[in-house]
């Protein structure tokens, strides 16, 4: 079945700073992949997600690469700020109605 | 709009007591569900999923199990729970056809003594 590794586990920045956030994945199936946010004590939501027919994807600070060739695809956070710090997971998933998550990023934003 | 909803909020149950944790959407019609277990610190682990009435995917075998009596109500069951069943139990729902897009409901933490 899928596996989906993310690194690191922990990432501490500076504010201002960019974050970056890297997702593998195991099977080439996979076509969907989606990037959610929990802050302290709440639910994940989806902040953005990108498809495997797009390299790229970007929404205000928050960017998404996929490289399908190598089965990774990555998470970029510009101009990082305080509300920023979260955990976030990413994801995987194909045509079997369900998504595989990464372990999660412990991003922490330093004032 | 859509709301999900799940209880109870906090649970804590002896070992070896039985469970059952409710998760009911508003909103919407013949949804995907979902049941996740968070452990302290750690990621998201899909317990069952199920796209319809009475179909019920397992993805990780143990001593919990999952019904879904009705289009839009999600039950996670245990006969006996074991101290390992402890953790974060998120409910979740998609759109038939985009299980990348879900919504999570609130969460129960679930405490085993």
């Known amino acids: 079945g899928e596996n989906v590794e993310q690194h690191p586990s922990t990432l501490s920045v500076q504010e201002g700073d960019s974050a970056v956030i890297k997702c593998t994945y195991s099977d080439s199936a996979s076509n969907y992949f989606p990037w959610y946010k929990q802050e302290l004590g709440k639910r994940p939501q989806l902040i953005i997600d990108?498809?495997?027919?797009?390299g790229e994807k970007k929404d205000q600070r928050i960017a998404v690469t996929l490289n399908k060739t190598a089965k990774h695809f990555s998470l970029h956070i510009t101009e990082t700020q305080p509300e920023d710090s979260a955990v976030y997971f990413c994801?995987?998933?194909?045509?079997?109605?369900?998504?595989?998550f990464g372990q999660g990023t412990r991003l922490t934003i330093n004032p | 709009s859509q709301t999900i909803h799940q209880w109870p909020a906090t649970l804590v149950q002896p070992v070896g007591s039985p469970l059952s944790l409710e998760c009911t959407v508003e909103?919407?019609?013949?949804?995907?569900l979902y049941w996740y277990r968070q452990a302290a610190g750690r990621g998201l682990q899909l317990l069952f999923y199920s796209v319809g009435i009475g179909q019920i995917s397992s993805e990780v075998p143990q001593n919990l199990s999952a019904s879904r009596p009705q289009d839009r109500q999600f039950i996670l069951s245990s006969k006996k729970l074991l101290l390992s069943d402890s953790g974060f139990y998120l409910c979740?729902?998609?759109?038939?056809?985009?299980?990348?897009?879900?919504?999570f409901g609130p969460g129960t933490r679930l405490t085993v003594t």
């Open positions: 990108i498809r495997s027919n797009v």
């Open positions: 909103g919407t019609s013949n949804p995907n």
């Open positions: 979740a729902w998609s759109v038939r056809g985009r299980p990348y897009e879900q919504y």
């Open positions: 994801a995987a998933g194909w045509g079997a109605q369900k998504l595989v």
